[in-house]
C-alpha cells in the first residue's frame, strides 16, 4: 500500500470519526432541526411577549389580538408557527394579563428552568402586561 493510500484511508477515518462525534454529541440532524424549530418558537413568544408590553405602555391597555398588535406601528414579531403556519395562540385573561400559546415538538433542552421552559406539545404561558420576558 503506497503513502497516499495510507494517507487517504486516514483522512477517511479521520472525518468519519468527527462525524460520529458529532451525531453522539448534539444527536441526529432531524433533533437538531427540532431542537432549532422549539428555540425559534421561543424566540417567537418572546418577541410577541415585547411587542406586547410596548402596545400596553403606549395604550394602557393590551391588544384584542395578534393581528392588531401586528397593526402598531414599530413592532415586528412573528406571528405564526415555522412548520405548520398556524397563528400563535394570544387569549386577553384580565385587562393587564393575558396568555401567549404553541406548540412543541419536544421537552426544553436539559437544563433549562426559564419562564420559557415547555413540555412536547401545546404549553400556554400567562404573562402580566407591565412585565418584560
Known amino acids: 500500500m503506497s503513502a497516499r493510500h495510507v494517507l487517504v484511508a486516514a483522512v477517511v477515518v479521520v472525518v468519519a470519526a468527527a462525524v460520529a462525534a458529532g451525531i453522539v454529541l448534539i444527536g441526529p440532524p432531524g433533533e437538531e432541526r427540532t431542537r432549532r424549530l422549539d428555540e ?3 424566540q417567537d413568544l418572546r418577541q410577541i411577549s415585547w411587542s406586547t408590553y410596548l402596545y400596553h405602555t403606549r395604550h394602557q391597555r393590551l391588544p384584542a389580538s395578534l393581528a392588531a398588535l401586528s397593526e402598531e406601528p414599530g413592532l415586528t414579531f412573528e406571528s405564526r408557527d415555522p412548520v ?5 395562540g394570544y387569549s386577553v385573561l ?10 412543541f415538538d ?11 421552559s415547555h413540555g ?12 418584560k420576558r
Do not use: I
Request: net charge negative; proline share 2%; with cysteine.
Open 40 to 42: 425559534r418558537r421561543v
Open 84 to 88: 405548520t403556519d398556524e397563528t400563535y
Open 94 to 103: 384580565e385587562p393587564a394579563r393575558y396568555q401567549l400559546c404553541a406548540v
Open 120 to 131: 412536547e406539545g401545546r404549553q400556554c404561558y400567562t404573562l402580566k402586561a407591565d412585565e
Open 106 to 116: 419536544r421537552e426544553s433542552t436539559e437544563g433549562r428552568s426559564d419562564f420559557w
